[in-house]
């Protein structure tokens, strides 16, 4: 039997953050008909981006230029920030000490240079902003960790829903349950994908395909496959849906592999915490159920030692390593514990307290999850 074939202009396999701003960016450069694939079902599209506060590190010259980002910040409200400037410099040096200076270059000066058009390009675009809850308050003025001060309004799924309406409105169509059970070229091209839905299979083909799929952690074999330690059992904290198959279809096709494979981005989590998908907090402001607030107490293994620099820096620039020493430790897992002083210092990213003990110190259980 023939399979039904279709043709458009631009193909995006995926239906998170990164595939929307791929399929508005294409429909502003010219291209008619856009086709988004998404794997997940309405109701769970959207990639890690559903399941993340969605900070933005970017260069930029001080609070003056945030403003522009936040309309409705009042003068008074407005000097109490304290947003020093970030520039170029310390974004690419930040970089270079977290990747202990392997990184391909070219792509970080890209990075780099485009980080802060980017963003004022999703603005412009029509997406809205906010400032971080997870920051510090002495007196009347409020601090930001560097190079990272605002979010978009509403967190992740804030930003699909913003996303989603911009992508309604220029009429680029978004189908769900569609996921890609083969891309057809080869080490020269891309021509189109295969299609597998719950009613049907099809050809889809088109002038460009563009792969937005995410990565691989919601495969316990392809973590197990590439990732040091025990990677096969961690918890993740982002979406069941990516299980890494389109970057399977593009590799066995001749794409060129980069980064690095052994490492992940992976943070502390609450050891309760289900196996996939953990839930968001109703205002955006990130995960209920990531920890944090390592930096403002001690961290110790099922042995009750510590194993880790919990102050080496600002949370910002060590919690997504801070998971993968977790891993490393008897039964990948730790407790985080805390004083009354440390308690008071804790930003809103603070997990529920349980008093134990005499000295009425707050333990959390935590494990690991990999994602975004």
Not at 169 to 190: K, P, Y
Request: aromatic letters at 10%; charged letters at 25%; proline letters at 3%.
């Amino acid at each position: 039997m023939t399979t039904p074939a279709e043709r458009c202009d631009v193909i995006v396999i995926g239906g998170g953050s990164a595939a929307f701003e791929a399929a508005i960016a294409a429909r502003e450069h010219g291209a008619e008909k856009i086709v988004m694939l998404e794997k997940a079902p309405e109701s769970e599209y959207g990639g890690n981006a559903r399941y993340s506060g969605t900070g933005f590190r970017f260069w930029h010259s001080g609070a003056e230029e945030i403003r522009a980002f936040l309309p409705a910040i009042d003068d008074g409200y407005f000097n109490s920030l304290q947003i020093a400037p970030y520039t170029k410099e310390d974004f690419f040096a930040d970089l270079e000490r977290m990747t202990l200076g392997r990184m391909d270059r070219a792509l970080a000066h890209m990075l780099v240079e485009q980080s802060n058009a980017a963003v004022h390009w999703m603005k412009d675009t029509g997406i809205r902003w906010e400032l971080l809850k997870e920051h510090a308050k002495i007196g009347n003025r409020r601090y930001f960790e560097r190079g990272i001060a605002i979010h978009v309004a509403g967190g992740g799924v804030g930003q699909l829903e913003q996303w989603r309406r911009i992508a309604s409105d220029r009429n680029i169509e978004i189908r769900f349950l569609s996921a890609v059970s083969a891309i057809h070229g080869n080490m020269h091209r891309v021509e189109g994908v295969r299609v597998c839905t719950p009613e049907r299979e099809y050809d889809l083909s088109a002038r460009a395909v563009i792969a937005c799929a995410g990565g691989f952690q919601a495969s316990a074999e392809m973590r197990a496959r590439y990732l040091d330690g025990n990677a096969d059992f961690v918890k993740v904290r982002g979406s069941k849906h990516d299980t890494g198959e389109v970057l399977n279809y593009l590799l066995a096709l001749g794409a060129a592999t980069g980064g690095q494979w052994r490492s992940g981005h992976m943070s502390p989590i609450d050891a309760k915490a289900p196996d996939f998908e953990t839930p968001q907090h109703a205002d955006g402001r990130g995960n209920t159920q990531s920890r944090y607030d390592y930096p403002f107490g001690i961290t110790v293994n099922a042995l009750g030692l510590r194993f880790f620099d919990e102050g080496e820096a600002q949370h910002s620039y060590t919690y997504a390593k801070t998971g993968r020493a977790i891993l490393s430790q008897p039964g990948a897992v730790a407790w985080q514990i805390y004083d009354f002083t440390g308690i008071r210092h804790q930003p809103l990213s603070a997990p529920q307290c349980e008093l134990r003990g005499s000295r009425r110190h707050w333990w959390a259980c935590t494990q690991n999850w990999i994602g975004t």
